[in-house]
């Protein structure tokens, strides 16, 4: 691929800019599904969730911070359309699911499944920690939320219901949310491995590296079936302003070593890491370098662009651009071509895409909606 269809643009054009949403559109939405249009909680997934049919899946901001010069518009006239200028494209909606209006009661006082688990098209993720052991400057969770530990029983529940849930049913889990105190380690051990154990659907787990170098062969053998361990960000000069806590604890060599552990563990195809780029976070050049880390170590690299929460420090950064998408994207399948592994920028589930800057093909790496990611030999290699 040398350049990037309609669609493909339309997307890149969202995520830079995001869509203002037409009264109609969301009286239609309100009248099919209910409210709310978006949970708007991560900066990253703060949009309304929809896709294209050729399946580009694209998670809109619309908050008005963000959308001041956007030319888009997310229409309804007889079906939902998003319209730029001259160019309509139909689009199909995800609504949020039903079950995020469902509560339940822990020490006494009730709270909604969404403090909890949360579904974002086709991934239900479930946060065992309240707030942050962390606090990055990009991340809305220590500014927002305080420090706690939610009932395992709750989360497998969230599962259940998401699941079975009347408007969005939920594919697979990812076990995310923020990071826990050292303390707090075998709690969250004992997590991982209760619903790797008891969840109806595929378990992946996102988390930060760990000191003890085995533990990504013990998440394998307790039924996790994929991993997602975050760089984020390459130049270590940004990275201890940014992203502090992660940067001193452990340090970038140790990232790199223990992503080497966990292909090893899980198989190239099953591991990868988040990059988040845009020039408020580092020079492009530099995203690039941990690009070409990880898909040396068989690692697939997930390019988030640069998306500012109102809440943090970074508030006031401006977004990646269509430009940097552009050059991240291109050079990324290119450094992946060359490697010979067979992978692709990330995740491979095709309704995952939705915020980050992927777009699927024919290769067989990408899997759709209600695919099975649990065959563990896709590429023969």
Not at 129 to 152: Q, S
Request: charged share 25%; glycine share 8%.
């Amino acid at each position: 691929m040398s350049s990037f269809t309609t669609e493909q643009e339309l997307k890149l054009y969202l995520l830079a800019h995001g869509i203002r949403i037409e009264a109609e559109a969301e009286e239609e939405w309100m009248k099919r599904f209910g409210g709310p249009m978006s949970l708007s909680e991560y900066a990253s997934t703060s949009g309304i969730c929809l896709f294209t049919t050729s399946g580009i899946y694209i998670n809109a901001p619309f908050i008005e911070a963000f959308t001041k010069t956007t030319e888009a518009r997310f229409v309804f006239d007889g079906e939902f359309a998003i319209v730029r200028r001259d160019t309509r494209i139909p689009v199909s909606v995800i609504p949020v699911p039903a079950y995020h209006h469902i509560m339940y009661r822990d020490g006494g006082k009730e709270f909604p499944y969404t403090k909890i688990g949360v579904t974002h098209t086709d991934r239900c993720r479930i946060s065992p920690i309240e707030g942050c052991a962390w606090v990055c400057t990009f991340c809305d969770l220590p500014y927002e939320k305080r420090y706690g530990k939610n009932p395992k029983h709750e989360l497998l529940r969230a599962i259940e219901l998401a699941k079975s849930d009347s408007l969005s049913p939920a594919r697979h889990v990812l076990i995310s949310g923020g990071t826990p105190r050292p303390e707090d380690e075998p709690w969250i051990d004992d997590i991982y491995a209760f619903i790797a154990q008891n969840s109806p659907i595929p378990v992946d787990v996102m988390m930060p590296a760990r000191h003890e170098m085995d533990y990504p062969a013990w998440l394998r053998s307790v039924g996790v079936n994929m991993l997602s361990i975050n760089i984020e960000i390459w130049d270590p000069d940004r990275a201890q302003r940014i992203t502090p806590n992660k940067a001193r604890q452990l340090g970038r060599e140790h990232y790199l070593n223990y992503i080497e552990e966990a292909v090893k563990a899980f198989g190239i195809g099953f591991v990868q890491s988040l990059m988040v780029f845009g020039e408020a976070i580092e020079p492009i050049e530099s995203t690039l370098d941990g690009v070409r880390a990880l898909v040396e170590r068989g690692c697939i690299p997930v390019l988030s662009p640069f998306r500012p929460d109102f809440t943090t420090p970074m508030s006031k950064k401006q977004p990646a651009t269509i430009g940097e998408m552009q050059k991240v994207y291109f050079e990324t399948v290119r450094i992946c071509n060359k490697s010979g592994t067979g992978l692709k920028p990330g995740p491979r589930c095709m309704p995952c895409h939705h915020n980050t800057v992927v777009f699927p093909d024919k290769s067989g790496f990408y899997v759709p909606l209600g695919g099975d990611l649990t065959n563990r030999s896709w590429n023969n290699k």
